[in-house]
């Protein structure tokens, strides 16, 4: 943060969004990654149904809410993004074990 200011109001912020960043890209990978998975599985509704509904009926009223009304500013709308990925993540990633579970079950008969 140092290279581009010396204000250590905006170093001290600049920090803290790092630090949310790095859960944000743990969050993202999660998600690309579940996202990925049900695609290759013939699963694109599932992917695309959930990032809507993470992302813009989870992540943007708690981001708006964190940062607005309750005053963390744009921490609280960057922790908002984090909580609505990261619900998307573990939600697709509930979704690909089922799908996997489902895929066991069709298989077995075959194996048994």
């Keep these: 943060m140092g290279a581009f200011t010396t204000d250590p109001a905006v170093i001290s912020l600049g920090v803290s969004l790092l ?3 790095a859960y944000f890209q743990l969050a993202d990978g999660v998600q690309v990654v579940s996202t ?3 695609r290759g599985a013939g699963d694109t509704a599932t992917s695309m149904t959930v ?3 993470g992302h813009w009926f989870v992540g943007i009223p708690v981001g708006y809410t964190l940062c607005f009304p309750l005053g963390w500013g744009v921490i609280g709308l960057w922790v908002g993004f984090l909580v609505g990925l990261f619900s998307v993540g573990l939600i697709l990633l509930v979704a690909w074990s089922r799908r996997v579970r489902t895929f066991q ?3 077995a008969p ?3």
Excluded: M, Q, V
């Design 51 to 53: 990032n809507l509904i």
């Design 105 to 107: 079950r069709e298989l």
């Design 110 to 112: 075959s194996f048994g």
């Design 19 to 21: 630090f949310i960043a």
């Design 36 to 38: 990925g998975i049900l």
